[in-house]
């Protein structure tokens, strides 16, 4: 079974940074286009951004600039680094898969998510 | 960027009954278009994807149509564990948007 495992969610300043991680396994994790959804409390589901197999990313007009998404095949994980938060940034993160090739399905799996808190 | 909009915003409907969900995009997405059902406190769940393909484990009283810019989710004979929100989402282009959810409760 496909698990993703979200961790390093915090409270962070505005103006500051957090890097979040998703860890996986039960897919070829290196063939696996990865993404991110975020939802701030009591909102709906907002897009942040994807990063295909070999590493190409595309990002949501609302983080560009700020997020950066990167992966490490070697380790089943991809990573969120988020720069310049804003307290607008406070959200539920989630990572899931994007789409898929074969089945042509997009966010088949997802982690439970992880908190991210921008206050002062 | 593409916008999704989903109509109704809440949907009141008893266990039994047949509802369905609209989600209207602002351009042409062909097929490329997925629903999720979230529960309170869960991380959604892939319910159709490719506007008409249900996804492996989900019941057959979800169903989806529709291309181009108007898209339907169907759900017959409604359960209790069906109450929830519902979102689509495009994946036409590099960027993917959600509509803004419908809210499926209790009559």
């Known amino acids: 079974d496909v698990l993703l495992v979200e961790s390093g969610g915090d409270w962070v300043q505005p103006g500051g940074s957090l890097r979040v991680s998703c860890g996986a396994s039960?897919?070829?994790?290196?063939?696996?286009?990865m993404g991110w959804v975020r939802q701030a409390p009591g909102k709906g589901l907002e897009w942040v951004g994807r990063?295909?197999?070999?590493?190409?990313?595309d990002y949501a007009a609302a983080v560009e600039g700020r997020f950066t998404i990167s992966r490490d095949d070697s380790r089943n994980t991809m990573f969120l680094q988020m720069n310049s938060l804003k307290t607008e940034d406070t959200a539920m993160y989630y990572c899931?898969?994007?789409?898929?090739?074969?089945?042509?399905?997009?966010?088949?799996?997802w982690g439970q998510g992880t908190l991210v808190t921008v206050s002062s | 960027d593409i916008q999704m909009t989903q109509s109704p915003s809440i949907l009141y409907a008893s266990v039994g009954e047949r509802v369905t969900i609209t989600c209207r995009a602002s351009?042409?997405?062909?097929?490329?278009l997925a629903w999720y059902q979230q529960k309170a406190g869960k991380a959604p769940k892939l319910v159709i994807y490719?506007?008409?393909n249900l996804q492996s484990g989900v019941s057959s009283r979800f169903s989806g149509s529709g291309s181009g810019t108007e898209f339907t989710l169907a759900i017959n004979n409604l359960q209790p564990d069906d109450f929830a929100t519902y979102y689509c989402?495009?994946?036409?282009?590099?960027?993917?948007?959600f509509g803004q959810g419908t809210k499926v409760e209790i009559k």
């Open positions: 990063i295909r197999s070999g590493g190409t990313t």
């Open positions: 039960g897919l070829i994790f290196s063939d696996a286009w």
């Open positions: 351009q042409s997405v062909s097929r490329w």
């Open positions: 989402q495009h994946y036409y282009s590099d960027s993917r948007t």
């Open positions: 490719k506007a008409s």
């Open positions: 899931s898969t994007d789409w898929d090739g074969d089945s042509h399905s997009q966010g088949a799996y």
